[in-house]
């Protein structure tokens, strides 16, 4: 992980590069902690042990919670290595395919493993070459991202296809795999006996923050604070104040990926009026270029007591229809 020049001279970078930071900021959370925890469980079920091999596992959440972040961070500890007779690819990540059938499953797999195909080569000899390059390259691990859009019930041939596929895998004893998906992705696995019977069908669900338990409020405000404490400016904008964390929880409900988005909005905002934190004023012209047209209220300028009992919001909830609404809960407390 990258070490951050201190506040001042953060402050003091050129916008291009303040922009940047807040970008790529990485925040070392309690989420991506568990994440990473549990691929490691299931990567090495004993600590200190040897790597797992013919299970299948599951990392779910909702969308934005962290799941791939986590999977690429898990990863960075397993990089890719010249052995005696090639590279040796110790844990892979592998994204499924929003197109192109089980042809392009098949095409992801083998560009992980940089193995040739043409359009010459059919399905199953691909298959097979996929198959000796997982045991050539030493595959102890393979993560299967976005798999609720290959296990999809709309469509039952590639679903079965692809099932089938990743048995053949579990077959060899070489390797695990790990998939992650949106929660729907549990009932998909878990109605086929045969996968479930490799290795139980452990999963991790990832959470967004919940506000309503003193831990997780916690939690959040910390992560709200290590926002702050990582933002381009020279004072700190009091991020973790419960007052200020309850209402990004509100506009985030309580998810990484849109508490960044939201943070980036406010921050450019602030570098762009050349203040010294991002301030109320900051937040709540943010608020409004993301809130749902139909609604008015807003947190950083409205009596907060006046919140609605229901929002509605645009917030993507899943990697098919990013502008999926939601009626959610608001905080009723
Ligand atoms: N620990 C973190 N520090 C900083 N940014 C993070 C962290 N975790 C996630 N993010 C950011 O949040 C966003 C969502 O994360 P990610 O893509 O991992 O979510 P996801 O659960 O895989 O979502 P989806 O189901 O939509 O694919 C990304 O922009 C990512 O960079
Ligand atoms: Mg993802």
């Known amino acids: 992980m990258d070490v951050l020049p201190d506040r001042a001279a953060r402050a ?199 506000w309503d338990s003193d831990e997780e409020r916690k939690s959040f405000r910390l992560l709200c604070d290590q926002f702050d404490e990582g933002m381009p400016f020279l004072n700190k904008s009091s991020l973790g104040a419960t007052a200020t964390a309850e209402r990004l929880h509100w506009v985030s409900q309580g998810i990484i990926g849109l508490l960044k988005n939201f943070l980036f909005i406010a921050g450019s905002l602030a570098i762009n009026d050349g203040s010294i934190h991002v301030d109320t004023t900051h937040l709540a012209q943010a608020y409004d270029w993301i809130k749902p047209p139909q609604t008015s209220f807003n947190p950083f300028r409205d009596d907060w007591s006046k919140k609605p009992d229901t929002v509605v919001t645009t917030a993507p909830l899943t990697t098919h229809d990013p502008f999926a609404k939601r009626k959610r809960s608001a905080h009723a407390q």
Do not use: W
Request: net charge positive; glycine share 10%; aromatic share 8%.
């Open 12 to 210: 003091e970078f050129p916008v291009g590069e303040r922009q940047l930071i807040m970008k790529k900021l990485i925040i070392n959370h309690d989420r991506l902690k568990e994440a990473r925890d549990a691929f490691a469980r299931f990567h090495f079920p004993v600590v200190g042990g040897v790597a797992d091999s013919g299970s299948i596992s599951l990392v779910m959440g909702d969308s934005r919670t962290g799941k791939t972040f986590g999977a690429k961070s898990y990863l960075g500890g397993f990089p890719q290595r010249p052995g005696e007779r090639g590279m040796i690819y110790p844990a892979l990540l592998v994204e499924m395919p929003a197109s192109g059938g089980y042809r392009a499953i098949l095409e992801n797999l083998a560009d992980a493993m940089s193995i040739a195909h043409t359009l010459r080569m059919n399905n199953s000899v691909l298959t097979n070459n996929i198959l000796r390059g997982l045991e050539f390259h030493e595959v102890e691990l393979l993560i299967f991202d976005e798999v609720q859009d290959v296990c999809d019930i709309k469509n039952p041939r590639l679903a079965s296809d692809f099932k089938r596929l990743m048995r053949k895998i579990l077959n060899l004893e070489k390797a695990s795999i790990v998939c992650i998906g949106l929660p729907e992705t549990y009932g998909l696995l878990s109605s086929d006996k045969q996968l479930v019977g490799r290795g139980g069908l452990q999963y991790a669900f990832l959470h967004p923050y919940s």
